[in-house]
Nanobody, 118 residues
Framework: QVQLVESGGGLVQPGGSLRLSCATS????????MGWYRQAPGKQRELVAR???????NYADSVKGRFTISRDNAKNTLSLQMNSLKPEDTAVYYC????????????WGQGTQVTVSS
């Protein structure tokens, strides 16, 4: 099993910045890929950013140039730096871990609320 705990969410004004963190219960070097997803009320969960063990990244078009995903292998943490936040970024953000070489299993954190409002 992999336990994931998100932190860093909160209330921020439009144009502001926020940094989310995800602590893992195991070495992230053993995790194939990790990512951040978000779900706004009444909407489907969507991928925000993803980073593989090899370091390749993917971002949703809506956050490119504003968000940066990173990992700290020494601290076993995943981070999401969010800049120039917009009201439409408001959602519950979830940390995700993909584990396995063939049949990959997804693990999820409990989520952290991000609210962008004046």
């Amino acid at each position: 099993q992999v336990q994931l705990v998100e932190s860093g969410g909160g209330l921020v004004q439009p144009g502001g910045s926020l940094r989310l963190s995800c602590a893992t219960s195991r070495s992230i070097s053993s995790i194939y890929a990790m990512g951040w997803y978000r779900q706004a009320p009444g909407k489907q969960r969507e991928l925000v950013a993803r980073i593989t063990n090899g370091g390749s990244t993917n971002y949703a078009d809506s956050v490119k140039g504003r968000f940066t995903i990173s990992r700290d292998n020494a601290k076993n943490t995943l981070s999401l730096q969010m800049n120039s936040l917009k009201p439409e970024d408001t959602a519950v953000y979830y940390c995700n871990a993909e584990v396995g070489f063939t049949a990959r299993i997804n693990y999820w954190g409990q989520g952290t609320q991000v609210t962008v409002s004046s």
